[in-house]
């Protein structure tokens, strides 16, 4: 064999390997460029008390599996529906299926006061039904790919409220795709992004 022939076949399969790994980066560019994140959050003392789920990624999510949790117990949203509704308060359920798809920046409330709920006793009895409910959700992006299981513990809000106004801020996250550990954001249960 010639020198001709040996720089020819290093040439190809340097080739190959450069064109396998670019085939590689693509591929991970694409996963990524679609990956969802799903946050938990609340809202009370404002238009509207409850707790919603969000997605602040960047692509769609597939919902494979949803779980409320109380004191050991599965419920649906129906029971903490018919428990708020015997404490004197209307709300909105939204049931969220396995095989749903929440779009990117697409928010579900989970529990909604039906009514603006006025501060004081009534906002308390309403936070002390929810508070300790663990909500699990599991979740695949669009190239069905399992990401990691979101635990989130509802909090009880009347204890970071002051006459009604929140004592630290509380809004809406912004679209990035940070794990927090503040106890109104859900943080997924390995730690992962």
Not at 46 to 53: A, Q, V
Not at 155 to 178: A, F, M
Request: some cysteine.
């Amino acid at each position: 064999m010639e020198l001709s022939d040996t720089l020819s076949i290093i040439a190809a399969v340097s080739a190959l390997v450069l064109t396998l790994n670019q085939i590689s980066a693509t591929r991970n560019h694409n996963y990524l460029s679609v990956k969802p994140f799903l946050r938990f959050g609340w809202s009370a003392g404002e238009s509207d008390d409850g707790i919603w789920i969000k997605n602040v990624g960047l692509g769609p999510a597939i919902i494979t599996s949803f779980h409320i949790i109380k004191d050991g117990k599965e419920l649906t949203t129906k029971n903490i529906e018919d428990q708020l509704y015997e404490l004197g308060f209307e709300s909105r359920m939204t049931v969220i299926d396995p095989k749903a798809i929440m779009q990117k920046s697409e928010k579900y409330w989970i529990v909604r006061s039906k009514d603006k709920i006025d501060c004081g006793n009534d906002q308390e009895k309403f936070w002390n039904c929810l508070e300790g409910v663990k909500f699990k959700i599991n979740y695949e992006s669009f190239y069905n790919i399992s990401l990691p299981e979101v635990e989130w513990v509802a909090p009880n809000p009347t204890n970071y409220l002051v006459r009604g106004k929140p004592k630290q801020d509380i809004e809406e996250p912004s679209n990035d795709n940070e794990t927090h550990n503040e106890t109104f954001n859900s943080t997924p249960k390995d730690g992962a992004n």
